[in-house]
């Protein structure tokens, strides 16, 4: 914490008085998130939050991720955001003319990877899942062929946008503009594989079935509004199909003016009508 300055007289080797400095008393700099109730002391006898196991310090509290892991997904998330920098950076010097940031869907992007199998599940993302894709093996590189709309690019060979993703060996199929399409898309993959798993001669015709594969699909908060997102939630309840639904919530959709009185008349109504599918 600063204190006040207080005054320091200097004077050079003959005696002439120099003019008067101002000198601030020094102070520490505490990282982003620092709270001062949960400071440790640097004692012998100071109680630590983790436990030393062969001589190395882990956390008691890390849900059974191991150290490996965890930086695995930390390594994900940054990377993913990195590549946004540098295509914002990209754009600005007109090198790409297209940008769609992921920036904030790290982490729940980053964990949805980690859950679900690449090349064995079935992929609906939007162009915000930066991050999933980097979690199920896309490169760096790859994402940035996209971004310049070179032909190697997996995604599209250069046909698509940037950020809409798709990928033939990660049974990533290849997704509209169209936002809250993917939500049909995705039931339509899950209806392909149970109709399979109930008809023998339908087996090796369905390209992928392996007979517990699930699917994935993301939105935005704002897709929620499309009536394929609704469609898409009957017919995956009627049938039951595997298919897991992300809603990735920015609170941006709204215009700013409206937020404080309808963000959460918006979520209630949304939290209630989802109850209501969990009846079938």
Same mark, same amino acid.
């Given at each position: 914490?600063?204190?006040?300055?207080?005054?320091?007289?200097?004077?050079?080797?003959? +005696?002439?008085?120099? $003019?008067?400095?101002l000198?601030?008393?020094?102070?520490? =700099?505490?990282?982003?998130?620092?709270?001062?109730?949960?400071?440790?002391?640097?004692?012998?006898?100071? @109680?630590?939050? =983790?436990?030393?196991?062969?001589?190395?310090?882990?956390?008691?509290?890390?849900? +059974?991720?191991?150290?490996?892991?965890?930086?695995?997904?930390?390594? =994900?998330? &940054?990377?993913?955001?990195?590549?946004?920098?540098?295509?914002?950076?990209?754009?600005?010097?007109?090198?790409?003319?297209?940008?769609?940031?992921?920036?904030?869907?790290?982490?729940?992007?980053?964990?949805?990877?980690?859950?679900?199998? /690449?090349?064995?599940?079935?992929?609906?993302?939007y &162009?915000r899942?930066?991050?999933?894709?980097?979690?199920?093996?896309?490169?760096?590189?790859?994402?940035?062929?996209?971004?310049?709309?070179?032909?190697?690019?997996?995604?599209?060979?250069?046909?698509?946008? /940037?950020?809409?993703?798709?990928?033939?060996?990660?049974?990533? /199929?290849?997704?509209?503009?169209?936002?809250?399409?993917?939500?049909?898309?995705?039931?339509?993959?899950? !209806?392909?594989?149970?109709?399979?798993?109930m008809?023998?001669?339908?087996?090796?015709?369905?390209?992928?079935?392996?007979?517990?594969? !699930?699917?994935?699909?993301? !939105?935005?908060?704002?897709?929620?509004? @499309?009536? %394929?997102?609704?469609?898409?939630?009957?017919?995956?309840?009627?049938? $039951?199909?595997?298919?897991?639904?992300?809603? %990735?919530?920015?609170?941006?959709k709204?215009?700013?003016?409206?937020?404080?009185?309808?963000?959460?008349?918006?979520?209630?109504?949304?939290?209630?009508?989802?109850?209501?599918?969990?009846?079938?």
């Open positions: 914490m600063a204190t006040s300055p207080e005054r320091v007289d200097k004077r050079v080797p003959g +005696g002439r008085r120099d $003019k008067e400095i000198a601030e008393a020094a102070k520490t =700099t505490e990282a982003d998130g620092f709270n001062p109730d949960n400071k440790m002391q640097e004692t012998a006898k100071a @109680e630590t939050t =983790t436990a030393t196991v062969s001589g190395v310090l882990k956390s008691t509290d890390r849900h +059974g991720l191991d150290e490996k892991t965890l930086v695995g997904l930390y390594r =994900t998330m &940054y990377m993913s955001r990195r590549i946004d920098d540098k295509e914002i950076q990209l754009k600005g010097q007109n090198k790409i003319f297209f940008q769609i940031s992921g920036a904030g869907h790290e982490a729940i992007l980053a964990a949805a990877a980690l859950a679900l199998k /690449p090349a064995y599940d079935w992929f609906f993302p &162009y899942d930066r991050a999933l894709m980097l979690g199920l093996g896309m490169t760096a590189q790859e994402m940035l062929w996209s971004a310049v709309g070179a032909e190697v690019d997996p995604n599209s060979h250069g046909r698509q946008m /940037p950020s809409h993703w798709g990928s033939v060996k990660l049974n990533v /199929p290849s997704q509209s503009s169209c936002t809250g399409s993917q939500s049909l898309h995705s039931v339509g993959a899950a !209806v392909a594989g149970v109709r399979a798993s008809v023998k001669d339908l087996q090796d015709k369905v390209t992928g079935f392996k007979g517990d594969e !699930v699917v994935y699909m993301s !939105v935005g908060d704002g897709s929620t509004s @499309e009536g %394929e997102w609704w469609e898409a939630l009957n017919s995956a309840c009627n049938l $039951k199909l595997p298919v897991i639904f992300l809603v %990735e919530d920015k609170k941006i709204l215009p700013l003016t409206l937020i404080k009185k309808m963000l959460w008349t918006k979520k209630l109504c949304f939290l209630f009508l989802l109850r209501t599918f969990s009846s079938y």
